[in-house]
């Protein structure tokens, strides 16, 4: 099949297909993990930690 994309469309083709031999399917595989081969780091590592969290008393009011 000779499909040409439109004009001023980007097409990426995969870099291992799934006939390729040097593609192993893995169940439950960690993403992170291997996204963080190449250099991935994910945004909350960078992010400030969250302030403590509050404890406010509010004194309760007897209604009649």
Known sequence: MNWIPPEGVKVTLPSKG???????????????????EHGW???????????PERIVE??????R
């Open 18 to 36: 799934l006939k390729s031999p040097e593609f192993v399917f893995k169940r439950g595989s960690d993403v992170q993990a291997l996204w963080r």
């Open 41 to 51: 780091t994910p945004p909350s590592e960078r992010m400030a930690p969250p302030p």
């Open 58 to 63: 509010i004194p309760l009011r007897r209604i």
